[in-house]
């Protein structure tokens, strides 16, 4: 694996030439419209990089976008790959180390979530500040690759606090619904019971969702500062709890995708 990351990343520097990303960003199920704010210098199919795992989702596009957003040269991935799909923790957080490799000393990550707080409603936006890893492995198992990070990473500051703020403020003069909260990562593919959103709300949660977490893990193990934001898409609160399909968690990400896609612009401006 470590030496695919170094090959990996070779073949996209012969691809993108001189260009240089400062800012990883990941885009999550239904968030991949950012991209139309890029002003896009390249652009390549997963499938044609070699190495790089191919997202197994009809709603994720897989492609890698280099360019220009907000004055700041950007690498996006829409598309994001998820442990439900098949994928170890390793293949999973494996783009996030290639991007390292090719510059980012920034990652920003969206997603879709549900909420567990009753305050927090669907179509809000939620700024992680903390995260429980409930996922059945970790990415950084196995021998370390000291060239990239420590054995044994601290998370106590797992999310850039300055970035936070930054964030929070910046929804704020927008009039943007916006929350600090803890996400809960699962392994899904299936949503929860009611009993399971009751659990994750007592031990802490304020959205749930299957994804982020292990890219987190490897960013803080490369060192590389973090800003992630939920759209909370639907809401897991047991009492008066409702069947939602993956069609209605999408149409609420697209309907809030202007308000995160602000925020992530904005913020550009402060790393």
């Known amino acids: 694996m470590s030496q695919n990351i170094y090959s990996t990343t070779e073949y996209i ?9 400062q800012v990883g960003i990941i885009l999550g199920t239904g968030l991949g ?8 210098e390249h652009r390549l199919m997963y499938s044609n990089i070699p190495g790089f795992p191919i997202s197994t989702l009809e709603f994720h596009s897989g492609k890698l976008i280099f360019g220009i957003l907000n004055g700041k040269r950007v690498v996006a991935m829409q598309g994001r790959l ?3 799909e098949g994928y170890d923790m390793k293949q999973i957080t494996f783009p996030v180390k290639v991007m390292k490799m090719l510059g980012i000393d920034h990652l920003f990550v969206s997603n879709a979530s549900g909420s567990l707080n009753p305050a927090f409603k ?4 939620m700024i992680i500040e903390d995260h429980i890893n409930l996922l059945p492995d970790n990415p950084l198992r196995g021998s ?4 990239l990070g420590p054995r044994f990473p601290d998370m106590s500051a797992a999310y850039s606090k300055k970035m936070v703020k930054h964030g929070m403020l910046i929804a704020q003069a927008n009039n943007i619904s916006c929350h600090t909260g803890v996400y809960v990562s699962v392994s899904g593919p299936n949503l929860e019971t009611p009993a399971e959103y009751k659990y994750l709300r007592i031990i802490g949660g304020d959205a749930v969702g299957m994804s982020t977490v292990p890219e987190v893990i490897v960013a803080n193990h490369m ?11 639907d809401e897991g609160f047991p009492e008066v709890l409702e069947p939602v399909s993956i069609e209605e968690i999408i149409k609420v990400a697209a ?3 202007p308000k995160l896609t602000l925020i992530l612009k904005e913020l550009l401006s402060f790393v």
């Open 82 to 84: 998820h442990y439900y």
């Open 33 to 40: 419209g950012l991209v139309q704010d890029i002003e896009v």
């Open 223 to 233: 060192g590389l500062p973090v800003f992630a934001i939920s759209v909370l898409t």
């Open 13 to 21: 520097k012969s691809r993108i030439g001189d260009f240089k990303p």
């Open 255 to 257: 309907t809030a995708e």
């Open 144 to 147: 370390n690759n000291d060239d």
């Open 122 to 125: 669907k179509g809000d936006l």
